[in-house]
């Protein structure tokens, strides 16, 4: 599929168109274990005699387990009870300074290494049930997965069986290899709050709960994570909630250097029903395939699985793409992305809000039956595509909505695939496009009867604005397009017609004269101001009330993603 999405872009060059966790004190509350790994016996359970390892703990509801701040426990901790409403189970800090680390690694100086010559050092791990093999961090930097017969400085491969090759001798350096699957997780419990942590070096996912409900992740650091083979296949992700899980919350997080994606929840097996995720306000960098994930996956033969009302909001996530890994199934590096995969099942009602994606392959890519995606308020920068929605499925339900958001500096600031049903919209509603330099909108393979009203449309050179293989049935109104040569294109990719002008074009209730932007005190975009001809000349009747800012709407409004 990404190839086909490159090549698709290849061609439109070519035809010349266009901080968590703090050190505050964390005061206990009542009915609190003490965890200090630092602690030279295992104690009783109470700050001043605490336990060392959460192993013999039995978990229970209404009890906080809380691991002293500034300490490393090295340890993978299973939630095997459940918590209820008014009593959930809590794993958090106490004491102060930094957030207690829970680290999936060992350090691997008691193995013979091989050498094999040319500064490449080798050795196997048999994996266990409990036991896998993961990345590796050698003098405390995370090193880049190849898949190249042998590694360079700053690289390690890995293979199913278990060998393992560094660059550099380790004899002289610190390597640490994750060895513990999981930094923290749960099976089929309820009502787990885990806050104030700092988990790294997990080798398949940092938190993971399957068929649970009602499971918080707050405030926490998760790094380093994933890598491990599972049968022949490599996976990890920061915080994962499977299959049935529903009522779960990811906020003010910060998640970094993930082998597959930073945030997600998915169904993998038959017959799953998940529901109501919220992941807010979190900061998401350096992930091998997302930031946030939402999918129904088809894993070989699975179908009739579910997700439904999903909220996506106030999230920061770049550079997806360049995790640690840095080649998952190819050049993924979406942002966040929506996809149910064809067979597999159903996403419905999925919101995303507020979020910035820079620097990714995708700021936010959608695909399959997922229903009405809306997309507001965002700001996509530096992607290859602000947003890119892409479908082969024989029959889909996908409809997005943009309204309301800045995309600039993309390649495509907008891009609409759909080789199959005709029936799927798309909406774009007081939107800024600026600078994105291929073109701010492409539609390809597409028969429906998208609205495109209210948006801003500026290059600052001459290149493409819009490029669609036809215009049958849009609705092209209101939207303030910066004229130029070749501002718009359709037709065949490979040698398109094009427009000059707003007459000759056919859709002519638009305003092509300059925008007039200006810079704007406390905002992160230049905008249009009163003198611009934008200024309250939209149409009404769009249903978008609020813009970027989080202004209302003037009863006329303005055309952009700003009213001014």
Same mark, same amino acid.
């Given at each position: 599929?990404?190839?086909?999405?490159?090549?698709?872009?290849?061609?439109?060059?070519?035809?010349?168109?266009?901080?968590?966790?703090?050190?505050?004190?964390?005061?206990?509350?009542?009915?609190?274990?003490?965890?200090?790994?630092?602690?030279?016996?295992?104690?009783?359970?109470?700050?001043?005699?605490?336990?060392?390892?959460?192993?013999?703990?039995?978990?229970?509801?209404?009890?906080?387990?809380?691991?002293?701040?500034?300490?490393?426990?090295?340890?993978?901790?299973?939630?095997?009870?459940?918590?209820?409403?008014?009593?959930?189970?809590?794993?958090?800090?106490?004491?102060?300074?930094?957030?207690?680390?829970?680290?999936?690694?060992?350090?691997?100086?008691?193995?013979?290494?091989?050498?094999?010559?040319?500064?490449?050092?080798?050795?196997? !791990?048999?994996?266990?049930?409990?036991?896998?093999?993961?990345?590796?961090?050698?003098?405390?930097?995370?090193?880049?997965?190849?898949?190249?017969?042998?590694?360079?400085?700053?690289?390690?491969?890995?293979?199913?069986?278990?060998?393992?090759? #560094?660059?550099?001798?380790?004899?002289?350096?610190?390597?640490?290899?994750?060895?513990?699957?999981?930094?923290?997780?749960?099976?089929?419990?309820?009502?787990?709050?885990?806050?104030?942590?700092?988990?790294?070096?997990?080798?398949?996912?940092?938190?993971?709960?399957?068929?649970?409900?009602?499971?918080?992740?707050?405030?926490?650091?998760?790094?380093?994570?994933?890598?491990?083979?599972?049968?022949?296949?490599?996976?990890?992700?920061?915080?994962?909630?499977?299959?049935?899980?529903?009522?779960?919350?990811?906020?003010?997080?910060?998640?970094?250097?993930?082998?597959?994606?930073?945030?997600?929840?998915?169904?993998?097996?038959?017959?799953?029903?998940?529901?109501?995720?919220?992941?807010?306000?979190? =900061?998401?960098?350096?992930?091998?395939?997302?930031?946030?994930?939402?999918?129904?996956?088809?894993?070989? +033969?699975?179908?009739?699985?579910?997700?439904?009302?999903?909220?996506?909001?106030?999230? =920061?996530?770049?550079?997806?793409? +360049?995790?640690?890994?840095?080649?998952?199934?190819?050049?993924?590096?979406?942002?966040?992305?929506?996809?149910?995969?064809?067979?597999?099942?159903?996403?419905?009602?999925?919101?995303?809000?507020?979020?910035?994606?820079?620097?990714?392959?995708?700021?936010?890519?959608?695909?399959?039956? =997922?229903?009405?995606?809306?997309?507001?308020?965002?700001?996509?920068?530096?992607?290859?595509?602000?947003?890119?929605?892409?479908?082969?499925?024989?029959?889909?339900? !996908?409809?997005?909505?943009?309204?309301?958001?800045?995309?600039?500096?993309?390649?495509?600031?907008?891009?609409?695939?759909? #080789?199959?049903?005709?029936?799927?919209?798309?909406?774009?509603?007081?939107?800024?496009?600026?600078?994105?330099?291929?073109?701010?909108?492409?539609?390809?393979?597409?028969?429906? =009867?998208?609205?495109?009203?209210?948006?801003?449309?500026?290059?600052?050179?001459?290149?493409?604005?819009?490029?669609?293989?036809?215009?049958?049935?849009?609705?092209?109104?209101?939207?303030?397009?910066?004229?130029?040569?070749?501002?718009?294109?359709?037709?065949?990719?490979?040698?398109?017609?094009?427009?000059?002008?707003?007459?000759?074009?056919?859709?002519?209730?638009?305003?092509?004269?300059?925008?007039?932007?200006?810079?704007?005190?406390?905002?992160?975009? +230049?905008?249009?101001?009163?003198?611009?001809?934008?200024?309250?000349?939209?149409?009404?009747?769009?249903?978008?009330?609020?813009?970027?800012?989080?202004?209302?709407?003037?009863?006329?409004?303005?055309?952009?993603?700003?009213?001014?």
């Amino acid at each position: 599929m990404q190839k086909v999405i490159k090549i698709f872009l290849t061609l439109i060059v070519a035809a010349g168109i266009f901080s968590c966790g703090g050190s505050d004190s964390d005061p206990a509350p009542v009915n609190s274990k003490f965890i200090d790994p630092g602690a030279v016996t295992n104690g009783t359970g109470t700050e001043s005699s605490p336990y060392n390892t959460f192993a013999g703990i039995t978990f229970e509801a209404g009890t906080s387990y809380l691991i002293k701040r500034g300490t490393v426990l090295y340890e993978q901790i299973t939630v095997n009870a459940s918590g209820t409403s008014s009593a959930p189970i809590i794993i958090g800090a106490y004491g102060t300074g930094e957030p207690p680390v829970i680290d999936g690694s060992e350090l691997i100086d008691d193995i013979a290494w091989t050498d094999e010559g040319g500064s490449v050092y080798s050795c196997t !791990l048999t994996p266990t049930e409990l036991v896998g093999r993961g990345n590796v961090k050698i003098d405390g930097i995370i090193q880049n997965f190849v898949t190249t017969a042998t590694p360079g400085s700053g690289e390690y491969t890995i293979d199913s069986s278990g060998k393992v090759q #560094v660059y550099g001798d380790p004899s002289v350096r610190e390597v640490r290899l994750s060895r513990r699957y999981f930094g923290i997780k749960g099976s089929d419990v309820s009502y787990i709050e885990i806050e104030n942590l700092h988990i790294r070096q997990a080798s398949l996912h940092g938190i993971h709960f399957e068929d649970s409900d009602n499971i918080s992740v707050q405030n926490c650091i998760i790094e380093m994570c994933g890598g491990a083979y599972i049968g022949t296949l490599q996976a990890g992700n920061g915080v994962e909630f499977g299959n049935s899980s529903s009522n779960c919350t990811v906020s003010g997080c910060t998640v970094s250097e993930i082998f597959d994606s930073g945030v997600t929840c998915q169904t993998y097996d038959n017959n799953q029903t998940a529901s109501d995720f919220t992941f807010s306000n979190n =900061t998401i960098s350096e992930c091998g395939f997302a930031g946030v994930e939402v999918a129904v996956l088809r894993n070989i +033969d699975k179908s009739g699985s579910s997700i439904s009302d999903l909220s996506v909001n106030g999230n =920061t996530i770049t550079n997806c793409g +360049d995790g640690f890994s840095g080649i998952r199934y190819g050049s993924e590096g979406r942002g966040i992305k929506i996809v149910a995969d064809e067979g597999a099942g159903t996403i419905s009602g999925a919101v995303v809000e507020q979020c910035t994606v820079e620097t990714s392959e995708a700021g936010i890519f959608v695909s399959g039956n =997922t229903g009405d995606i809306i997309i507001s308020r965002c700001r996509l920068v530096s992607n290859i595509y602000g947003v890119a929605v892409y479908d082969v499925q024989a029959s889909s339900t !996908l409809k997005v909505k943009l309204s309301a958001s800045l995309l600039y500096s993309n390649n495509i600031g907008f891009g609409f695939h759909l #080789v199959n049903g005709s029936g799927n919209e798309f909406e774009l509603y007081h939107n800024t496009f600026y600078d994105n330099t291929t073109a701010s909108v492409v539609v390809t393979d597409y028969n429906g =009867t998208p609205i495109i009203q209210n948006n801003i449309f500026f290059a600052s050179a001459d290149r493409a604005q819009i490029f669609s293989t036809t215009y049958t049935g849009y609705t092209i109104t209101k939207n303030c397009i910066r004229e130029c040569a070749s501002f718009v294109a359709y037709g065949d990719i490979g040698s398109p017609s094009v427009y000059n002008n707003l007459t000759d074009w056919g859709f002519a209730d638009n305003i092509t004269t300059d925008p007039s932007f200006v810079d704007a005190p406390g905002a992160d975009f +230049d905008i249009a101001d009163t003198d611009s001809p934008c200024y309250h000349t939209g149409a009404t009747g769009t249903g978008v009330t609020v813009d970027y800012s989080g202004k209302n709407f003037e009863s006329t409004p303005s055309i952009g993603a700003y009213e001014y």
